[in-house]
């Protein structure tokens, strides 16, 4: 059982390049988040799913965009990178109707030059 | 809007010691939860909260809420070197689906 699986792992990419982050789970969880974590900022959501084809925006969505085109996967894309976006991401899911913590994945870690 | 205040921000103390992290939130919530995070590493949930005057121990932790005050606790006690990490507490409501507020995390550095 692989659990929430991210990847890449690392990136770097230069000012106004794109890209997308991938983030998979194998648990059938109809909830999905993306998160940043930011140095002394904790965790701030950017964009979340509560099942496949619903998507909806979080504290700090600007820049990003999602999709759920199945209840496995919740890619998350960088439309034109900014030095500002360089942080490291978060992807997690729990079930919607039981009370279980969210599983996160090992996160990726993105610099943007 | 939703606001979770943690303190302290940093935590340096003495194996053997005793100490709590605080864990403040702005609005009636349904849930509250413990993570722990090792540097690099992904986070590990710890506990979760869900009513008035809960109360959950593992190991050296001890996580209580008050949601009256509007506050939760972790305890750690006697602590060891091996707890040293970044622990960070969210809450979140079902009205918004599920949506987790964080505070902005606890460095606990434990020495020997």
């Known amino acids: 059982n692989a659990g929430v699986t991210q990847t890449p792992k690392f990136q770097v990419l230069k000012t106004g390049q794109s890209m997308t982050l991938q983030c998979a789970q194998d648990m059938n969880h109809e909830y999905m988040s993306w998160y940043r974590q930011d140095p002394g900022m904790g965790l701030r959501l950017i964009h979340y799913s509560v099942g496949a084809g619903i998507t909806d925006q979080g504290e700090v969505p600007n820049g990003y965009n999602v999709s759920r085109s199945t209840t496995e996967d919740f890619p998350l894309r960088l439309l034109s990178a900014a030095p500002s976006q360089t942080s490291v991401y978060f992807c997690?899911?729990?079930?919607?109707?039981?009370?279980?913590?969210?599983?996160f994945g090992d996160g990726t870690r993105l610099s943007i030059l | 809007e939703l606001k979770v205040e943690q303190n302290p921000l940093f935590l340096s103390m003495q194996e053997g010691k005793n100490y709590t992290i605080y864990c403040n939130y702005s609005t009636t919530s349904d849930r509250l939860y413990w993570y722990r995070q090792d540097p690099g590493k992904s986070l590990e949930s710890l506990f979760v909260l869900l009513s008035n005057g809960a109360v959950k121990q593992e190991g050296r932790l001890m996580a209580s809420l008050d949601t009256k005050a509007r506050l939760s606790t972790l305890h750690i006690t006697a602590a060891v070197h091996d707890l040293s990490a970044t622990y960070f507490c969210?809450?979140?409501?079902?009205?918004?689906?599920?949506?987790?507020?964080f505070g902005a995390g606890t460095i606990l550095r434990v020495k020997s």
């Open positions: 997690a899911s729990s079930p919607r109707r039981q009370v279980q913590p969210q599983h």
């Open positions: 969210a809450v979140d409501m079902i009205k918004y689906g599920n949506k987790l507020v």
